[in-house]
Structures are given as C-alpha cells and as structure tokens.
C-alpha cells in the first residue's frame, strides 16, 4: 500500500499561500506609486514602503515578511525604477520594513525581542561608523565635521528604537492597545510601533547608498536632519490605513490569520 | 497606473535565450556595480557593460522609447547626484559658479565643482548600468519561462509558483484598482482631484480597504484552484513546455562572463595606475 504523504507547503506563518501571494502582488503594483521623495537619493519611495509595513499586520509576523518580499521582487520586476540597485533594493527598501514592523509588534515574545535588540546593537555599531570612520579616509571618506551631532542625530535612529524596545512601550503596550479594542488606544499603538519600525529601517536604507555613492558626511548629516520628520509622517501613513483596515478585516467574516492583529 | 516595462513576445535571439543565462546578466551587473568606482577614469569599465546591455536591448528590437522611459524615470536621481556631488566633492578646484559661502572640512559647499559634477554623472552612469539589465530580463522572459528558470536554480516550488503567480496578477490588481476608484468616483470621491497632503491623509484608506478584502475573497478561489489541481503533493511538477539549456545558451552565458572578466580586469589596471 502506498504512503500518503503530506504536503505541508500550503500555508507559511499560519497564512495560506493564496494570501500571501496576493497581498504580494498587491504590494508589487504599489511599486508603481510614487510616495514621498528619497531624501538623500532623488527618486522616490514607492507605495510599497508602506504596504509592506502593513503586511505583518495584516498577515502575522512571518507570511507578512515573505510577502512583503515576494511583493519586493515582483516590484522590482515592474518598477525597476524604484528598485536601481535591484534586488539588494528589494530587500533594503521593500522588505526590511515588514521586518522591523513584525519586530516591533512582536517584541512582547522573547525570540523577537532578542532578535530585534541584536538588531538594534547591529544597526548602531554600522551607522556610527560605517562609511565615514570604517573604509573611512582610504575609500576615499572624509569624517563629518561635527562628529558628536552625527553621532546624536544617528543614535535616533538605533538607540531611540533599543529604548523603546527595552522599555513597557514594547514588551506590553503596544501589544495591548494594537490587540485591544480601543480604537484611540489602537491608533497610538501602531503609530509608535510604525514610527520606531521606521527609525530602525533608516540605517539599513541610507548607510549602504552613502557608501555606494560615496556621499559626503554633510550630506548624511542632512539626511539624518530630514529624516526625523519624514519617517514619522510616513508612519503616521501607515497608522491611517492600518487601524480601519484591521477592523475591516476583523468584521469581513474572512478566516483569521494566526498571529495577525485582526 | 500602467506598467512601464513587460513581457512582449518577439523571435529574438535574447527573447529565445535561457532564463538563467538572462539571470547571469543581471547577476553580474550587480556584482559589477557594487564593486567601488570612485574615479571618472573608471568610465571605460561601466561604458563596456552598459555597451552590452544596450546592444541586448536592440538585439531583443525593444523600443527605443522604453529605454528613454528608464532614462526619464531615473532623471531625478540623476540630477540629484549630480548637484550634490557637484557641491560637496572634496577632491575638485575647478569652480563652476560659487552661489554661496559655507566651509564644511576642506570644501566650500556653496561651490559647484567641475570635477563633482562629472563624479556625479559617473555616479548615475552606474545607476543607469544597473538599471538597464532587470527591464530586459522581464521584457524578454514569460511567465512560463520565469518559471522554468527559477526551478532550474532549485528554488522551493512554492516560492517559485508565489513568485510568478504574484507577478501574473498585477493586472487584477490594476483592474480592481481601477473597479474601486470607479466606484468611489460614483460616490464623489474622487483621487485625482487631491493634493498630496489630503491624498495620504483620506484617499488610501477608501481605495485599500475594499481591495484588500477582495484580494483575500480572490485568493480564497486560488487557493481552492490550487488544492484541486494537486499543487503541494510530493515529487517535481512536470513542465508542459521543456526548456534545455543549448550550446548557444552556454556561448552567451561564457561571452557575458568574459565581458564581466575584462571589465573587472579594467578596473584593477585602472585602480593600480591610480596608485
């Protein structure tokens, strides 16, 4: 008699793969849409930047990244535009969002609290020194003039998040007002869960390009002055859509995704 | 919304081409452009490969106009490196005009510099390398061939299949985009007639919120389709078309090895004489 095997490939993270490859598509077609200029870039940062962010929200932490980097790909595919650097821009600009965002809804559970402070530590150790100090002078890197406002400016970006992840903010109010049903309380979790998501992609979004594109540390120094109103504003974004969105979603009738916040 | 760059058949030799040797040019364009450029006398290096990827372009006989469309979308970017680097290049004494005063180490950066600007357009000649190879990839590769090609490279089926199907239902989404707008528009809602501010602020949440509820009814449907028709059961799908590597597959896929050879061989003749 012949086995019956499983096929156990159908669902990631709890979600089906039809859902996941849908909302990929979805955020592939955001590629298209311009959304707010790349300061420190001059083209743009597509739709997409928000859709993935939404996509661990919408789909639990792990099917929200896969489709948030199978919708990467796919607007890489379509948009090659927003995507220069191809595939390492899918991943840098399209995916990490949803990484982040799944930390930062996630930091209550040990794994992705160890995960996401490493993160942080990671991400601090390379944008204090990398480009300007580490290739520094011999890959052609003069040092910011003024390296204690650098210094300042680019802790917003690791140590306000490793702040906020350490701290109840995180380990227990976020989880609770987005899980819970106060939809004041609801808007005031994403948002900080957003705006510190955000702050932790910029490390990762900017330092590579600066290097590539052999940036000047006045330069960066603006980019980190610009960036501190612009990812709270594309935050405050992603708050609007998500909040009616997943209570949308929590009234459709549709079958819940585990670990979804819906 | 309109996709500026898709699949179009045409009998070409690069429409006819492996989807991996395709893959290898773009591999190696990126492993070309990541490698650091940091001096115009490095132009012949991305002048070689850019001379490549445009004579694919015309070998495939893709339209003039679409490579112009790459150019326009990444004008910005381009003027952008320019001016910046322009002002902010530590290595340039010829001044082109001097809009202001404002010393920042050893560079006025209300300078323009001749040298930061031709850095620059060495700069968004890099980009534009690397930009050009992914349009031609899915310009000339189908669905089917995408497919094909990803199995080949031992990508799990389920990745493969998310990755093609997500691709094939980009028109859905433009038609459902299209459906909903329609219908807001019905309802005096109308997208177009917004500035930016008021647009992130109230249009999205109209538009996505039906979309993503219908993409999930939809996707309920595929999934569906996808259990009946067995997808997920162990052993390796068949193919319905057979794509073999031929020996012409494997004369192009070494001729883009060599271009990438003798380009990195510049680079280093290049980087030594440099000191």
Redesign the interface.
Same mark, same amino acid.
């Given at each position: 008699m012949s086995e019956v095997?499983s096929?156990?490939?159908?669902r990631?993270g709890g979600a089906?793969? !039809?859902?996941?490859?849908?909302?990929? $598509? *979805?955020c592939? =077609?955001t590629a *298209?849409?311009p959304f707010f200029p790349?300061v420190g %870039?001059? %083209?743009?940062l597509p739709l997409l930047c928000a859709f993935t962010a939404l996509a661990p929200i919408?789909l639990g932490p792990v099917a929200g990244v =896969?489709s948030a980097l199978?919708?990467s790909? =796919?607007g890489? +595919?379509? $948009? #090659?535009?927003a @995507?220069? *650097?191809? +595939? *390492?821009d899918a991943i840098l600009v399209g995916t990490l969002p949803a990484v982040f965002m799944a930390m930062m809804l996630n930091a209550y559970k040990r794994s992705w609290f160890l995960a996401a402070v490493a993160t942080c530590i990671v991400l601090g150790v390379v944008g204090m020194f990398f480009p300007f100090w580490v290739p520094g002078a011999s !890959?052609?890197f003069?040092k910011p003039?003024n390296p204690l406002v650098y210094w300042l400016l680019m802790a917003v970006y690791w140590l306000l998040p490793l702040i906020v992840i350490v701290s109840p903010v995180a380990r227990t109010l976020i989880p609770k007002w987005t899980q819970g049903t106060d939809r004041k309380f609801k808007y005031v979790g994403f948002l900080i869960a957003a705006v510190t998501a955000f702050f932790m992609w910029f490390i990762p979004l900017c330092v590579p390009y600066w290097y590539? @594109?052999?940036?000047? #540390?006045?330069?960066a120094t603006a980019a980190e002055i610009a960036y501190l109103w612009w990812l709270p !504003?594309l935050g405050a =974004?992603v708050t609007?859509?998500a909040v009616? +969105?997943v209570e $949308? +979603?929590k009234r459709?009738g549709?079958p819940k995704v585990p670990g979804a916040l819906w | 919304m309109q996709v500026p760059f898709k699949y179009t058949y045409r009998d070409t030799l690069v429409h006819r081409l492996h989807p991996l040797v395709k893959l290898l040019h773009v591999l190696l364009t990126l492993l070309l452009i990541i490698t650091p450029l940091y001096s115009i006398r490095f132009l012949p290096v991305l002048a070689v490969w850019l001379a490549l990827s445009v004579g694919l372009w015309s070998l495939a006989r893709i339209e003039v106009s679409r490579f112009a469309t790459l150019i326009k979308l990444l004008l910005g970017t381009f003027v952008f490196l320019i001016t910046i680097q322009g002002f902010t290049y530590r290595f340039g004494d010829t001044v082109i005009v001097t809009l202001f005063q404002w010393g920042y180490g050893d560079t006025n950066l209300g300078a323009l510099k001749l040298e930061g600007v031709v850095f620059g357009l060495l700069l968004s000649l890099r980009m534009l390398t690397a930009a050009a190879s992914l349009p031609l990839f899915v310009m000339t590769t189908s669905s089917a061939d995408l497919m094909t090609g990803l199995r080949k490279l031992h990508m799990p089926k389920v990745a493969t299949l998310m990755v093609v199907s997500a691709l094939s239902f980009t028109t859905l989404i433009f038609e459902m985009w299209a459906f909903i707008l329609d219908a807001q528009k019905l309802r005096g809602f109308d997208i177009n007639q917004m500035n930016i501010i008021t647009r992130l602020r109230k249009a999205y949440v109209p538009i996505v919120t039906p979309l993503v509820l219908l993409l999930f009814r939809r996707a309920n449907d595929f999934q569906i389709a996808l259990e009946t028709r067995g997808f997920g059961t162990p052993g390796n799908p068949t193919e319905v078309e057979r794509l073999e590597f031929t020996v012409r597959d494997g004369v192009v896929a070494a001729f883009f090895v060599a271009v990438w050879v003798l380009c990195q061989y510049l680079r280093v003749q290049i980087a030594a004489g440099l000191g």
């Amino acid at each position: 008699m012949s086995e019956v095997k499983s096929s156990g490939g159908m669902r990631i993270g709890g979600a089906s793969i !039809a859902w996941v490859t849908l909302y990929g $598509a *979805l955020c592939g =077609v955001t590629a *298209l849409i311009p959304f707010f200029p790349y300061v420190g %870039g001059g %083209g743009y940062l597509p739709l997409l930047c928000a859709f993935t962010a939404l996509a661990p929200i919408i789909l639990g932490p792990v099917a929200g990244v =896969v489709s948030a980097l199978i919708g990467s790909v =796919v607007g890489m +595919l379509i $948009a #090659p535009a927003a @995507f220069p *650097l191809g +595939l *390492l821009d899918a991943i840098l600009v399209g995916t990490l969002p949803a990484v982040f965002m799944a930390m930062m809804l996630n930091a209550y559970k040990r794994s992705w609290f160890l995960a996401a402070v490493a993160t942080c530590i990671v991400l601090g150790v390379v944008g204090m020194f990398f480009p300007f100090w580490v290739p520094g002078a011999s !890959a052609g890197f003069a040092k910011p003039e003024n390296p204690l406002v650098y210094w300042l400016l680019m802790a917003v970006y690791w140590l306000l998040p490793l702040i906020v992840i350490v701290s109840p903010v995180a380990r227990t109010l976020i989880p609770k007002w987005t899980q819970g049903t106060d939809r004041k309380f609801k808007y005031v979790g994403f948002l900080i869960a957003a705006v510190t998501a955000f702050f932790m992609w910029f490390i990762p979004l900017c330092v590579p390009y600066w290097y590539m @594109f052999n940036y000047s #540390p006045a330069v960066a120094t603006a980019a980190e002055i610009a960036y501190l109103w612009w990812l709270p !504003a594309l935050g405050a =974004v992603v708050t609007i859509i998500a909040v009616p +969105l997943v209570e $949308a +979603l929590k009234r459709s009738g549709l079958p819940k995704v585990p670990g979804a916040l819906w | 919304m309109q996709v500026p760059f898709k699949y179009t058949y045409r009998d070409t030799l690069v429409h006819r081409l492996h989807p991996l040797v395709k893959l290898l040019h773009v591999l190696l364009t990126l492993l070309l452009i990541i490698t650091p450029l940091y001096s115009i006398r490095f132009l012949p290096v991305l002048a070689v490969w850019l001379a490549l990827s445009v004579g694919l372009w015309s070998l495939a006989r893709i339209e003039v106009s679409r490579f112009a469309t790459l150019i326009k979308l990444l004008l910005g970017t381009f003027v952008f490196l320019i001016t910046i680097q322009g002002f902010t290049y530590r290595f340039g004494d010829t001044v082109i005009v001097t809009l202001f005063q404002w010393g920042y180490g050893d560079t006025n950066l209300g300078a323009l510099k001749l040298e930061g600007v031709v850095f620059g357009l060495l700069l968004s000649l890099r980009m534009l390398t690397a930009a050009a190879s992914l349009p031609l990839f899915v310009m000339t590769t189908s669905s089917a061939d995408l497919m094909t090609g990803l199995r080949k490279l031992h990508m799990p089926k389920v990745a493969t299949l998310m990755v093609v199907s997500a691709l094939s239902f980009t028109t859905l989404i433009f038609e459902m985009w299209a459906f909903i707008l329609d219908a807001q528009k019905l309802r005096g809602f109308d997208i177009n007639q917004m500035n930016i501010i008021t647009r992130l602020r109230k249009a999205y949440v109209p538009i996505v919120t039906p979309l993503v509820l219908l993409l999930f009814r939809r996707a309920n449907d595929f999934q569906i389709a996808l259990e009946t028709r067995g997808f997920g059961t162990p052993g390796n799908p068949t193919e319905v078309e057979r794509l073999e590597f031929t020996v012409r597959d494997g004369v192009v896929a070494a001729f883009f090895v060599a271009v990438w050879v003798l380009c990195q061989y510049l680079r280093v003749q290049i980087a030594a004489g440099l000191g």
